[in-house]
C-alpha cells in the first residue's frame, strides 16, 4: 500500500500493494462537479458556514494547507475545514497532548482502538454516536459485530474504517502439481499431509529434479494454514473446562495442528529455514516454483509476485483450498477484525446538532462507495473525489492513478476518510483490478469460495481487555517460539500443556477473564456468518 497519503485508515500491515504515480492526460474542468457554496442537501441550515478542525496521522509527506483539494472540500460543503495533519511517528504522543489539554479538535483519528481510546470515552472526550448510525448510508452498512469494537457501555465512540471482514489470508495450491501427480485436492489434514509430502519427493513439476515440497512459511509460523476457525490461532473459539472462550493459540486444536506441521517438516515438507524467513522470503520460496502451498486472497496481492510465477512457469495453475469440516461439523473459515482506523467526535459538539450533520456528511460522502463500472470520470462524485480526471488523477485500464498526495490536488487527500464502504465484500470486485491472468483467476476463485462458505465472527476482535494490550505481545511471542520449536523437533509436543501453564501463569489467565467478562458485559458472541 502506498503510504504517501492521509490515512485514516492505518492499523493492518497485509494490504495491497500499489503505485501512485500518475500524469496529466487532459486539461482539468474548469467547473468542479459536485462543487458548490452550499452544503448537502438535507443539511439544517446549509447557508450557515462552519469552522470544521481535525486531527490525523500522516504518512510520508503532508499535502499543503492551501492545497487545491481543501479548497474543493470548502465549497462543496460550505465548510471552512482545518485538517492538522502529523507525521505517524509523532502521533500518538501528541494526540495524547492535545487529550489532555482538553482542547480536543472536531474530528479525530486513530489506527486502532488502544487502551487510551477506552480510557478516553470513559472520561466522556468523544461524542455517543449510536443516534446517527441508521442516518447516513455508509454508517449503516457497518457490522454490529464491528461496531461493538468501538462500544463503551453500549455507546459507540468511532467510526470504523472498512476492511474487508471475510477475505483473509487462506491457502491456496498449485493445481498443476496436482494433476501432474494425479492427486485431488484435499479435503482434510491427513489429505493435505500427504499432498504436501507428494509435493516434496515426487517431482511434482516434472523438471527430473528434487527441487521442490509442500509448504512456504516465514517467522512466526506464518501462514499458520489453519483450514477453518476451528484451527484459527486468533479466534476465540475454543472454551476451557470452566466454559470460557479461550484463544485458538491454545487450543487443543492448535496442539493437534503443530504435532501435523512438525510431522511435515521431518518429511521436508515445510520451509527449512522457516523460523529464520522473513515473509518476502517465503513469498520467494512459492512464487520461485519451490513450494506448491501458500495463502491468497482476493485483496492485495502482489502482481510483481505472480508476474515471476508466469514467467517462470507459464502453465502453472492456482486454486484456493475450501476449508475443512473441522472435528465439531463446523465448517468455514475465520474473519478478520472488519475495519482499519476510526474516527471519532469530540464531546464539545454535543450542543452542535447542525454542526455535527455537516462533518458527518462529509465523513460519509468520503465513505461512497463505488462499484467497478462507477469509477469512472463521468461520475461526477468519483471524479471529484478524486480530485477531477487530468488534474488529480487518470484512469489507466481502469485503474486510478493518483498524482501525488503532497500536491494536494485532491479531496481525498485531505478528507477524514475516503476507505469506500462497500456492501459486501464481493461489491469491490478486486479481481478485476489485477493485469496478470493467473492473478485475476486466482483472486476470482478466492472471491467465489469466500462467498459460498460461512465466516467465524470472531468475539475476541470485538473487546478490550487492558491485559491484552500491555501484556499480549509478549505473551505470543512467547507462544511462537516455543511452537516453533517443538515443530523443528527442539522440543517435544508433549510439553504442550507446561507452554499453556506457562502462558496462563504471567498473565493469559488475566486475558481471558478479561476478555470473557468484556464479551457478557458488550453482549459479543461468536457466531458464523
Same mark, same amino acid.
Given at each position: 500500500m502506498t503510504k504517501t497519503r492521509w490515512v485514516s485508515?492505518?492499523?493492518a500491515a497485509v494490504l495491497a500493494a500499489g503505485t501512485v504515480a500518475c500524469s496529466k492526460a487532459e486539461e482539468p474542468n474548469k467547473e468542479t462537479p459536485g462543487s458548490g457554496t452550499a452544503a448537502p442537501s438535507g443539511s439544517a441550515d446549509a447557508n450557515k458556514k462552519f469552522t470544521v478542525t481535525a486531527f490525523k496521522y500522516f504518512y510520508g509527506n503532508p499535502p499543503p494547507a492551501d492545497g487545491k483539494g481543501l479548497q474543493m472540500i470548502n465549497e462543496k460543503f460550505n465548510i471552512d475545514y482545518k485538517p492538522n495533519m %502529523? %507525521?505517524?511517528?509523532?502521533?500518538?504522543? *501528541?494526540?495524547? /497532548?492535545? &487529550? /489532555?489539554?482538553?482542547?480536543?479538535?472536531?474530528?479525530?483519528?486513530?489506527?486502532?482502538?488502544?487502551?487510551n481510546f477506552y480510557k478516553w470515552a470513559k472520561q466522556g472526550a468523544f461524542l455517543p454516536l449510536n443516534d446517527f448510525i441508521q442516518q447516513y448510508p455508509s454508517f449503516k452498512l457497518v457490522p454490529d459485530n464491528v461496531l461493538k469494537t468501538f462500544s463503551v457501555g453500549g455507546k459507540i465512540y468511532a467510526f470504523p474504517g472498512y476492511y474487508p471482514l471475510t477475505y483473509t489470508l487462506t491457502p491456496m495450491i498449485r493445481q498443476d502439481w496436482l494433476d501432474n501427480l494425479n492427486l485431488k485436492m484435499p479435503t482434510n489434514y491427513e489429505e493435505l499431509k500427504q499432498v504436501a509430502i507428494a509435493f516434496t519427493k515426487n517431482d511434482p513439476d516434472k523438471n527430473g529434479k528434487h527441487d521442490t515440497y509442500g509448504l512456504a512459511m516465514s517467522l512466526n509460523i506464518n501462514p499458520q494454514y489453519a483450514m477453518g476457525a476451528y484451527w484459527d490461532l486468533g479466534a476465540w473459539y475454543h472454551k476451557d473446562a470452566q466454559g470460557q472462550l479461550i484463544p485458538g493459540f491454545i487450543s487443543e486444536a492448535r496442539k493437534n495442528h503443530i504435532q501435523w506441521m512438525a510431522d511435515l517438516f521431518k518429511e521436508g515438507a515445510i520451509s527449512k529455514d522457516f523460523a529464520l524467513m522473513n515473509w518476502a522470503q517465503a513469498n520467494k520460496e512459492f512464487y520461485s516454483g519451490k513450494a506448491g502451498i501458500f495463502i491468497g486472497t482476493p485483496r492485495g496481492m502482489n502482481?510483481?509476485?505472480m508476474k515471476g510465477l508466469v514467467d517462470t512457469n507459464p502453465n502453472a495453475k492456482l486454486e484456493m483450498i475450501p476449508a475443512f469440516q473441522a472435528p465439531d461439523g463446523s465448517?468455514? +473459515?475465520?474473519?478478520?477484525n472488519g475495519y482499519y482506523g476510526m474516527i471519532m467526535l469530540s464531546a464539545k459538539l454535543k450542543d452542535q446538532p447542525d454542526k455535527v450533520k455537516r462533518i458527518l456528511?462529509? &465523513?460519509? +460522502?468520503?465513505r461512497k462507495f463505488y462499484a467497478a463500472d462507477q469509477r469512472t470520470k463521468d461520475n461526477p462524485d468519483f471524479d471529484w473525489i478524486n480530485g477531477i480526471h487530468g488534474q488529480g488523477y487518470v484512469l489507466e485500464d481502469g485503474v486510478v492513478k493518483k498524482e501525488s498526495a503532497e500536491k494536494g490536488l485532491a479531496p481525498s487527500v485531505y478528507l477524514p476518510e475516503t476507505n469506500p464502504w462497500a456492501p459486501s465484500d464481493a461489491a469491490n470486485e478486486y479481481s478485476k483490478t489485477y493485469k496478470v491472468p493467473l492473478l485475476q483467476e486466482i483472486a476470482a476463485k478466492a472471491e467465489k469460495m469466500h462467498a459460498e462458505q460461512k465466516h467465524y465472527m470472531n468475539p475476541g476482535a470485538s473487546v478490550f481487555s487492558e491485559t491484552r494490550a500491555s501484556k499480549g505481545s509478549e505473551l505470543d511471542k512467547k507462544l511462537y517460539e516455543e511452537?516453533?520449536?517443538?515443530? %523443528?523437533?527442539? *522440543?517435544?509436543v508433549s510439553d504442550w500443556d507446561k507452554m499453556v *501453564?506457562?502462558?496462563?501463569?504471567?498473565?493469559?489467565a488475566q486475558i481471558i477473564k478479561e476478555v470473557n467478562d468484556a464479551m457478557k458485559a458488550e453482549n459479543v458472541k461468536g457466531e458464523w456468518k
Amino acid at each position: 500500500m502506498t503510504k504517501t497519503r492521509w490515512v485514516s485508515l492505518g492499523m493492518a500491515a497485509v494490504l495491497a500493494a500499489g503505485t501512485v504515480a500518475c500524469s496529466k492526460a487532459e486539461e482539468p474542468n474548469k467547473e468542479t462537479p459536485g462543487s458548490g457554496t452550499a452544503a448537502p442537501s438535507g443539511s439544517a441550515d446549509a447557508n450557515k458556514k462552519f469552522t470544521v478542525t481535525a486531527f490525523k496521522y500522516f504518512y510520508g509527506n503532508p499535502p499543503p494547507a492551501d492545497g487545491k483539494g481543501l479548497q474543493m472540500i470548502n465549497e462543496k460543503f460550505n465548510i471552512d475545514y482545518k485538517p492538522n495533519m %502529523v %507525521v505517524q511517528s509523532d502521533y500518538l504522543q *501528541k494526540l495524547s /497532548a492535545i &487529550i /489532555a489539554s482538553g482542547d480536543i479538535p472536531d474530528i479525530i483519528a486513530m489506527e486502532g482502538p488502544d487502551s487510551n481510546f477506552y480510557k478516553w470515552a470513559k472520561q466522556g472526550a468523544f461524542l455517543p454516536l449510536n443516534d446517527f448510525i441508521q442516518q447516513y448510508p455508509s454508517f449503516k452498512l457497518v457490522p454490529d459485530n464491528v461496531l461493538k469494537t468501538f462500544s463503551v457501555g453500549g455507546k459507540i465512540y468511532a467510526f470504523p474504517g472498512y476492511y474487508p471482514l471475510t477475505y483473509t489470508l487462506t491457502p491456496m495450491i498449485r493445481q498443476d502439481w496436482l494433476d501432474n501427480l494425479n492427486l485431488k485436492m484435499p479435503t482434510n489434514y491427513e489429505e493435505l499431509k500427504q499432498v504436501a509430502i507428494a509435493f516434496t519427493k515426487n517431482d511434482p513439476d516434472k523438471n527430473g529434479k528434487h527441487d521442490t515440497y509442500g509448504l512456504a512459511m516465514s517467522l512466526n509460523i506464518n501462514p499458520q494454514y489453519a483450514m477453518g476457525a476451528y484451527w484459527d490461532l486468533g479466534a476465540w473459539y475454543h472454551k476451557d473446562a470452566q466454559g470460557q472462550l479461550i484463544p485458538g493459540f491454545i487450543s487443543e486444536a492448535r496442539k493437534n495442528h503443530i504435532q501435523w506441521m512438525a510431522d511435515l517438516f521431518k518429511e521436508g515438507a515445510i520451509s527449512k529455514d522457516f523460523a529464520l524467513m522473513n515473509w518476502a522470503q517465503a513469498n520467494k520460496e512459492f512464487y520461485s516454483g519451490k513450494a506448491g502451498i501458500f495463502i491468497g486472497t482476493p485483496r492485495g496481492m502482489n502482481q510483481d509476485y505472480m508476474k515471476g510465477l508466469v514467467d517462470t512457469n507459464p502453465n502453472a495453475k492456482l486454486e484456493m483450498i475450501p476449508a475443512f469440516q473441522a472435528p465439531d461439523g463446523s465448517q468455514g +473459515f475465520g474473519s478478520s477484525n472488519g475495519y482499519y482506523g476510526m474516527i471519532m467526535l469530540s464531546a464539545k459538539l454535543k450542543d452542535q446538532p447542525d454542526k455535527v450533520k455537516r462533518i458527518l456528511e462529509m &465523513i460519509d +460522502f468520503g465513505r461512497k462507495f463505488y462499484a467497478a463500472d462507477q469509477r469512472t470520470k463521468d461520475n461526477p462524485d468519483f471524479d471529484w473525489i478524486n480530485g477531477i480526471h487530468g488534474q488529480g488523477y487518470v484512469l489507466e485500464d481502469g485503474v486510478v492513478k493518483k498524482e501525488s498526495a503532497e500536491k494536494g490536488l485532491a479531496p481525498s487527500v485531505y478528507l477524514p476518510e475516503t476507505n469506500p464502504w462497500a456492501p459486501s465484500d464481493a461489491a469491490n470486485e478486486y479481481s478485476k483490478t489485477y493485469k496478470v491472468p493467473l492473478l485475476q483467476e486466482i483472486a476470482a476463485k478466492a472471491e467465489k469460495m469466500h462467498a459460498e462458505q460461512k465466516h467465524y465472527m470472531n468475539p475476541g476482535a470485538s473487546v478490550f481487555s487492558e491485559t491484552r494490550a500491555s501484556k499480549g505481545s509478549e505473551l505470543d511471542k512467547k507462544l511462537y517460539e516455543e511452537q516453533t520449536r517443538m515443530i %523443528v523437533g527442539d *522440543k517435544p509436543v508433549s510439553d504442550w500443556d507446561k507452554m499453556v *501453564k506457562e502462558y496462563m501463569d504471567n498473565g493469559g489467565a488475566q486475558i481471558i477473564k478479561e476478555v470473557n467478562d468484556a464479551m457478557k458485559a458488550e453482549n459479543v458472541k461468536g457466531e458464523w456468518k
